[in-house]
């Protein structure tokens, strides 16, 4: 089977800018994605959880990424999140998405019940991708067990697979269980698997990984993106050391807000450190002391 | 302070029946919601947990209570659950309620994020209640965190009273945690607090409690609601005794696809007995375990 249409890569998950009425500026979040493509980006995971995309409404969700594509980036370089707790939500999302031509959705598990069955998850996705209805579906799964409480087992995943080959296509890991990890790409080659993390990248490389979808991609593309393009060269040791370095010190703080805290000083725009309720942003003592601490790791083209 | 206009007695969460093809049936629905008005309920807690309000899209919350209202269920005995991770689902579906004349809604705390803090629980319900901007506004926390993993804490609570106390006016505690009910209780007097039991109702309603929105009141609505009207006389130690065995019975079987099995098996209806993905329905055997354990009780009304 070929998979010559499978994402690979270093994707960030764009995330939003927000006005101070708490509105999304739109011209700033296409200017951030410019960004990162033109840095070494291979396509924008938009509208995932560090885009804080379920703190945008369901008609928000649904105008940036028409704003997105009508500012002329490449709908092919984006796989946006159209999770959804409803069946209903998580259909019109994937369908208004794919019929814009997007790479593939990355999608949660409906994420409000609690302790729900495998059976229960399959007759879930079974049913978004029947209404969907869409030969161009291509289907990321989004595990995020410590956001959504439910895991995509990978009994659950042979089974998607299993039934639905062509659409079922991959999956973001943002567990950062390496086990896990390694198990899906062991048990099915060819499925395109992204950790969360640069930090997890070059290991997950040499055992058939597809990229990484990292937060932190947000801050630091050149480096990552370099790691993914080079990873099984000579420099690729030292380069893991560097950005891994990066990642394990922005991880000590809430994670989204330090982003945000780190793109407001890269860009020069403080209005990138507001969150949405409710998020917190980082205060300034976190901030000073985050900038400082990069300052160290002489991650100098960051900050 | 007069608190005349807050809800108080047992308000079921009405549970929502599907067709084969999913889709909801609104005339089973409202002949439901009427049956457990003439049964005794006070109000209905309709669109919460039970009514798989998070497997309904965004429009059908919105249809569902226009049904109702249309089909002469008086709105102001209704409560309905207008809850949404996004500062702008949860103000569009609080408005709608509140238009519509609804006694009051239940809001969910936003809940895909994990690890929120109390300031930022507080910013997004100040900020809801701002953009709804409607003095008839009355809302009631919807306390679940085994469902929403966030729990409204008596100290946000306390500031939220005190910001708003002509709005923020009550709680349904779905933790069946007794200690933290008695605590609302005792720190805030008037403020109406539901637990979600009916096993917990009599204790309760000694301390102050407003009632109960109890899920299982769906198929017990007679004796529950008889607890409620007769709480401080003779005869209610042996009624709690009676519909607390019914409850114990209850909760050991996956809880919503329980009621489901048991209101077919009332109402002669087998649709009823199914769920949404990705809630399963109860199998045959747990079904058949489930009816005649009730019988046992002697609970012959129900079975």
């Known amino acids: 089977m070929k998979h010559t249409d499978r994402a690979?890569?270093?994707?960030?998950?764009?995330?939003?800018?927000?006005?101070?009425?708490?509105s999304i500026d739109f011209d700033r979040y296409i200017e951030h994605c410019r960004a990162l493509l033109k840095g070494g980006a291979h396509g924008l995971a938009v509208l995932g959880t560090t885009s804080e995309a379920n703190s945008?409404?369901?008609?928000?969700?649904?105008?940036?990424?028409?704003?997105?594509?009508?500012?002329?980036i490449?709908?092919?370089?984006?796989?946006?999140?159209?999770?959804?707790p409803s069946i209903g939500d998580a259909v019109r999302l994937t369908k208004h998405a794919t019929s814009l031509g997007v790479k593939g959705v990355l999608l949660l598990p409906p994420f409000y019940y609690k302790g729900v069955s495998d059976d229960g998850l399959f007759a879930f996705i079974s049913e978004v991708i029947a209404?969907?209805?869409?030969?161009?579906?291509?289907?990321?799964?989004?595990?995020?067990?410590?956001?959504?409480a439910i895991a995509y087992s990978p009994d659950l995943i042979g089974r998607l697979i299993a039934k639905f080959?062509?659409?079922?296509?991959?999956?973001?890991?943002?567990s950062g269980d390496v086990a896990y990890v390694n198990t899906l790409l062991e048990r099915f080659p060819g499925f395109a698997v992204f950790p969360s993390s640069e930090a997890l990248l070059l290991a997950a490389m040499k055992k058939g990984a597809a990229g990484c979808i990292s937060a932190t991609a947000n801050t630091n593309i050149g480096p990552i993106s370099k790691l993914f393009d080079t990873w099984n060269s000579a420099g690729a040791e030292e380069l893991h050391?560097?950005?891994?370095?990066?990642?394990?010190?922005?991880?000590?703080?809430?994670?989204?807000?330090?982003?945000?805290?780190?793109?407001?000083?890269?860009?020069?725009?403080k209005d990138w450190a507001r969150t949405r309720p409710p998020l917190d942003p980082l205060s300034s003592a976190q901030t000073k002391e985050l900038l400082g601490e990069l300052k160290k790791l002489d991650a100098g083209a960051l900050v």
Chains 1, 2 share one sequence.
């Open 56 to 72: 945008l409404d369901f008609t928000e969700r649904q105008t940036t990424l028409e704003k997105l594509v009508s500012a002329g």
């Open 74 to 84: 490449p709908a092919e370089k984006l796989l946006p999140g159209t999770g959804a």
């Open 8 to 22: 690979s890569g270093v994707w960030p998950p764009a995330t939003m800018p927000f006005r101070p009425d708490l």
């Open 241 to 269: 050391r560097q950005v891994s370095a990066v990642r394990n010190l922005m991880v000590k703080f809430p994670l989204i807000a330090g982003i945000k805290a780190v793109v407001a000083e890269q860009t020069g725009h």
């Open 165 to 174: 080959p062509e659409t079922v296509v991959g999956l973001k890991d943002s």
């Open 131 to 148: 209404r969907v209805n869409d030969p161009k579906l291509r289907l990321y799964l989004y595990n995020f067990p410590q956001m959504s």
